[in-house]
């Protein structure tokens, strides 16, 4: 057994016990090299030890390693421990000098609806921090007992927050189940029960921390209306911050707010949470159908999926057509007035500047015909993805990845953000499907992405030059979900 006063690897000082569960310990302790204080965490190999337990461990050092947020614990060191009385492995992480929510609640502490809210956001933007990671890095275990709070309130600020123990976190997310089941009862959401974690999972844990805040109860004694935690009852909150509360909350992880960039905005601006909401939960019906008058024709069976999107009209374009018609006047123009000079002085530097610009007309003239005589096709089978365009009878691949490297499908159905002059402001509707693979140059692992197709708005059901509608976009969204088993991320 390790004793206080003891020194590890020549360079720790034990100072004291800080917790103990099956086969770990948490020690604090001084840094002799820098004195400063530490937390060692222990795995030791006792009659309880399991591999899994040695791969959570080893997980937990590589994640904190890779991450620098100031709300999160900063990775130190990590050894092996050979002692007559104690073998495993130590990581080493630095030393937070706060306390949890949990023990703040014992002691009798309450928070107001103001305070939650500012605890919230600054845990969801830890977790926007880890979620948009590559690949997303998925803690797990957040509870009470786990978010410490240093400092007592003071003007207005509840105090500065930290996000800890990552002893169960995941780096990739899991559609199928596995048999590791790592959480803590009350504040694990549906699908981890089964071995499953998302990003969503988190933010279902942090709503649940959060209930236990203003109402002082551990959520598995609440009562619950299937599945859904009802909590109104025993608190007094006003009613935007209820029904935030109960999306992030909701047991179904596709009812809950997509994102922790998502669920911070529903919470700064309940005046456009009505659309976040609509954006971050799966309304979507199971089956969509193809537009009635869509041209996009999609062939699929167990091997084979490919998507054929044709030219667009010149009739539909009229508008794009337009502009880029006074473009090749204006270059035009431009070209005639430098070739008038230039050509009888003499002046070649002029006359290739002139010659420019009638290139760059022709290029805008000819731009509408390529456009619309351009046909898409999107080929997956088990091995490859592979989209080419032809037009003119020439054909060229735009994109290719690897079957296997697919990993997810973004889909902005309707999102919102801040413009320049602080309004709010729509992004278009737009569909891709990432890959992961290893650069050439550099040998690292890099994400690339098509674009499949882009609509004008969120309403927008009629085609426009160069865009599909939004209901064609619900559609091959659906359809590519489906039949890839890729889920569709709203962020």
Wanted: glycine residues 6%.
């Amino acid at each position: 057994m390790l004793e206080e006063e003891q020194v590890l690897h020549h360079r720790y000082h034990i100072q004291r016990q800080l917790g103990q569960n099956a086969g770990r310990r948490t020690l604090l302790a001084q840094d002799l090299h820098t004195q400063e204080l530490v937390v060692l965490k222990i795995l030791s190999f006792s009659s309880d030890f399991r591999w899994e337990d040695l791969k959570l461990f080893e997980r937990e050092a590589e994640t904190l390693k890779s991450l620098s947020h100031p709300a999160i614990p900063h990775y130190l060191d990590y050894f092996e421990l050979h002692l007559p009385n104690c073998r495993g492995f130590v990581l080493v992480q630095s030393y937070i000098d706060a306390t949890s929510l949990q023990e703040w609640i014992k002691r009798g502490r309450t928070f107001s609806e103001d305070e939650v809210k500012q605890i919230a956001k600054a845990l969801l933007n830890v977790l926007s921090y880890l979620h948009e990671r590559n690949p997303p890095v998925i803690h797990r275990d957040i509870k009470p007992s786990n978010i410490l709070l240093k400092g007592d309130r003071s003007a207005h600020q509840v105090g500065d927050l930290y996000l800890v123990d990552f002893g169960s976190v995941q780096t990739a997310v899991r559609e199928i189940g596995t048999m590791t089941i790592v959480g803590t009862y009350g504040y694990m959401p549906p699908e981890q029960f089964s071995g499953r974690a998302f990003p969503a999972s988190d933010l279902y844990s942090l709503g649940a921390t959060l209930i236990y805040l203003v109402t002082g109860m551990h959520p598995s004694d609440l009562l619950q209306e299937n599945l859904l935690l009802e909590f109104e009852p025993v608190t007094h909150l006003s009613p935007n911050f209820v029904q935030w509360l109960k999306l992030l909350t909701h047991p179904n992880r596709k009812q809950r707010l997509s994102s922790a960039t998502v669920a911070l905005k529903a919470l700064e601006q309940p005046f456009v949470q009505s659309q976040l909401i609509e954006s971050s939960t799966t309304s979507t019906p199971l089956t969509l159908q193809k537009p009635v008058d869509s041209k996009v024709s999609l062939y699929k069976d167990e091997e084979t999926l490919e998507i054929y999107l044709p030219p667009e009209k010149l009739a539909e374009g009229v508008g794009a057509i337009g502009c880029y018609f006074l473009m090749f006047c204006f270059f035009t123009v431009m070209s005639l007035s430098w070739l008038s000079v230039s050509v009888p002085s003499g002046n070649w530097f002029v006359t290739s500047i002139g010659l420019m610009f009638f290139c760059i007309g022709i290029y805008c003239l000819c731009q509408p015909a390529f456009a619309a005589n351009e046909h898409t096709r999107i080929h997956i089978d088990q091995k490859s993805v592979t989209v080419t365009k032809t037009a003119f009878g020439r054909r060229q691949q735009v994109f290719h990845a690897s079957r296997n490297n697919l990993y997810k499908l973004t889909y902005v159905k309707r999102l919102y953000r801040q413009g320049s002059e602080g309004d709010i402001e729509e992004v278009s509707p737009e569909l891709k499907i990432w890959a992961r693979q290893i650069a050439t140059y550099s040998g690292h692992y890099q994400d690339i992405s098509y674009r499949i197709g882009q609509s004008v708005s969120a309403d927008n059901k009629t085609r426009f030059y160069g865009r599909l509608t939004t209901p064609e976009l619900d559609w091959l969204a659906q359809e590519l979900s489906n039949w890839l088993g890729l889920p569709i991320s709203r962020d």
